[in-house]
Structure formats: structure tokens, C-alpha cells
């Protein structure tokens, strides 16, 4: 029997990573909070470490756009 890894939340996860990186300044909040629902529905073992990378670049622009 070949088992196959379950790759839908990968693609999910991969498409938020490229959506941090290319949102609109206005678009940005509401990409945060869909990112923070995510993170609290996967359990602790299992976190998408490009799903913490999207979180770390949209606050990282977030502080840069208060700042100014």
C-alpha cells in the first residue's frame, strides 16, 4: 500500500506565505486575523512554520507602517 502525505494544508499555508508578501497595506489586518484563526485550529504539535512566517512578515510590516 502507498500512503500519501496529505498535502491540502501545505498548499493553504504556502498560498497565505505568498499572500503576506504581496498584500496591499489595507488588506493586511484581515490577513492577520485569518492567520491567528488558523494557528489557534492546529494543535500544538503540528504548527506550519510557513503559516509563523506570514505572521512574523505582516506584523513586521504592520509596526513599519505605525512607526511612520
Known amino acids: 500500500m502507498i500512503f500519501r502525505k496529505h498535502t491540502e494544508n501545505k ?5 497565505i506565505l505568498n ?8 488588506e493586511l489586518e484581515n490577513l ?3 492567520i491567528q484563526i488558523k494557528l489557534e485550529q492546529s494543535s500544538n504539535k503540528h504548527t506550519d512554520h ?10 513586521s510590516r504592520l509596526a513599519s507602517m505605525r512607526s511612520k
Open 11 to 15: 498548499l493553504t499555508s504556502q498560498e
Open 19 to 26: 499572500q503576506a508578501s504581496k498584500c496591499k497595506p489595507g
Open 32 to 34: 492577520l486575523l485569518q
Open 50 to 59: 510557513d503559516i509563523l512566517r506570514a505572521k512574523t512578515i505582516i506584523t
